[in-house]
C-alpha cells in the first residue's frame, strides 16, 4: 500500500494528486495489488499525510484560486410554502 500511494505521489504535483485521490480509483488498485497477499474488501483512502512539504508556488497558488467569473451551478427553484391542517404535526 505504501509503495502504490509513494508511486501516485510521484507522477506529478499536487493537484494531480488530489484529483486522484478524489476519483477513487486508488484503493482498488490496492485491493488488486494486496489480493496476493490477503484479500482486501472495501478499501479506501480517508486521509493522507503530507511527510515532505512541497516547495511553494505562488503562480501554482493563484492558479487553485483565480476567479474567472464563471457560474458552473445551477438556479434553484424557490421553496414553495405549504399550507398546514389544523392537528397536522402536534402533539396530541
Not at 506529478?12 to 490477503?38: C, M, N, Q, Y
Not at 474488501?41 to 512539504?53: A, E, G, L, N
Amino acid at each position: 500500500m505504501v509503495n502504490t500511494m509513494s508511486t501516485l505521489a510521484g507522477k506529478g504535483d499536487l493537484k494531480t494528486l488530489v484529483k486522484a485521490l478524489i476519483a477513487g480509483t486508488t484503493g482498488e488498485e490496492i485491493e488488486r495489488e494486496a489480493s496476493s497477499i490477503f484479500p482486501i474488501k472495501d478499501c479506501y483512502i480517508r486521509k493522507v499525510k503530507v511527510i515532505k512539504k512541497p516547495k511553494f508556488d505562488v503562480t501554482a497558488l493563484m492558479e487553485w484560486h483565480t476567479d474567472d467569473g464563471q457560474d458552473v451551478g445551477q438556479n434553484v427553484a424557490p421553496a414553495v410554502p405549504e399550507e398546514t391542517v389544523a392537528g397536522s404535526g402536534g402533539r396530541l
